[in-house]
């Protein structure tokens, strides 16, 4: 089919679809394993990403002022554990003349996280708060319903529309007949006071009774993916953070100022610490304390710097002083390679060390603890980087991971080993229960003893108190 087509479609597409074979399967699952359902639906994805260019969208190529609207940005997450995809419907305005580039501004997003999280689903929320009538645009509307049914496969979680005014009833009937039945299940009206049963408070807006001081301001895009990493004494503030906020309003003043206002502040960045070096003996003893109680991968995934374990889940232990777990980094290389750990929730996980670098043919035990009284959550999530040193002090790192190229930065993203948590939760219950059973049962049988004893000594005093009154 391709090689009949292939003139029809960017080459570079073509080459993923042979060699790529779960697109091809989200593409049969979507279609219930049709072929022919689904060859359709690829022919018209394909040629939807040649007549947009979605291989060559960069941020240069879409508008500056587009992104300065904030009526679209990736921020936050589900009770699942799914990236939201916000749409600031009061912000769109239908406009034939600049029709073409919102299409390929949701493109340049869509594309973006694809490529960030490949088979990771979106729940996109259209936020109608003070929308009307004039914010509606039916064939824009409908162009993000093909995004999800046509373009990408398998990658709506849910569609969440949120405070929708009554006067648009009949219009969102018709997005309904677009979705078909695969996708109808996925639309979610809900007022403001309800949108906590999908989202939590951490993730939504103050103004849809969520907690959450993000404000969209561009530039830079947001990326909230991987925020502040900590250390043993907190989030640390790098050269990176300080040079960036040069010139850009970041003193606390004016960010508190700026959360209280309807002025858009700069959404959170990324920084990391890093530690110097340590000597060989300090660095063995540091190992060893730290280490000490931390669950150890069973796992490990080969990476072309890196061996890194676990290769898919982190586990953490169910003891309730500190719960902590192991990630251990095996340099495959003959150079020193640079590492850094990066967490979503700093506030949550504590990261010894989160950055330094490793020689050639070694290990580094890397621990993360979970802070007392916190919870591990799917919505948590971890990034291992790493990229190969020439001869390079430690001294040097921060300068390095302002130059290293990002193509050789090598990446690795394990995830929280949530079911397995609980698993270990419930099995700590259970054991706890089990001894309290066990405790009930035996004093159960004390009692029952005791009162057999008691019954025994009743019985004896009235056959005394019989025999004493017996005539002699």
Known sequence: F??????????????????????????????LYVVDDALKMIDESLQWRKEFGVND?????????????????LHGYDKEGNKLFWFKVKL??????VALDKKKYVAFWLERYAKKEPGMPLTVVFDMTESGISNID?????????????????????????????????????????????????LKFVPRS??????????????????????????????????????????????DETESKEGDMESKDALESSFSSDVAVKPKKVNFLEDSL???????????????????????????????????????????????????????????????VRTTA???????????????????????????GCQVSPQDRFLVM??????????????????????????????????????MRMMVCNSRLEQKLNTCLWTQKVLTGLVLVLMVLNLLCLYQLGTSQQPS
């Open 2 to 31: 391709l090689q009949d087509s292939a003139d029809k479609y960017d080459s570079r597409d073509v080459e993923r679809f042979h060699k790529d074979d779960v697109l091809v399967e989200s593409y049969l699952a979507w279609r």
């Open 57 to 73: 969208l960069t941020e240069s190529t879409v508008p500056t002022w587009m992104f300065e609207t904030g009526a679209v940005f």
């Open 92 to 97: 769109h305005v239908k406009d034939a003349k």
């Open 138 to 186: 039916m064939d824009f509307v409908k162009y993000i319903v093909n995004c999800f049914k046509v373009y990408y496969p398998k990658f709506l979680s849910k569609m969440v529309i949120v405070d929708m005014p009554w006067i648009m009833n009949a219009a969102w009937k018709i997005v309904r007949s677009w979705l078909g039945p695969e996708a109808i299940n996925k």
């Open 194 to 239: 309800e949108v906590q049963a999908f989202i939590d408070a951490e993730y939504l807006p103050p103004h849809l009774g969520g907690t959450d001081p993000f404000r969209y301001s561009y530039p830079p895009l947001p990326d909230d993916d991987f925020q502040t990493p900590i250390c043993d004494n907190g989030p640390i503030v790098s050269e």
């Open 278 to 340: 340590k000597s060989e003996d300090n660095d063995k003893a540091d190992t060893s304390t730290r280490t000490k109680g931390a669950r150890k991968p069973v796992t490990t995934f080969k990476g072309l710097l890196l061996d890194v374990s676990p290769a898919e889940e982190l586990s953490f232990g169910s003891g309730e002083t500190e719960k902590k777990c192991l990630i251990i980094l095996n340099n495959v290389t003959k150079n020193q390679v640079a590492f850094k």
């Open 346 to 372: 700093p506030e949550k996980y504590r990261v010894k060390p989160s950055s330094s670098c490793c020689e050639p043919g070694a290990s580094v035990d890397i621990v993360v603890s979970l802070h007392g």
């Open 386 to 423: 790493a990229a190969e040193m020439d001869n390079v002090g430690s001294q040097e790192l921060t300068q390095f991971w302002k130059e290293v190229p990002k193509s050789k930065v090598m990446e690795h993203r394990p995830v929280i080993g949530f079911l397995s948590h609980q698993l």
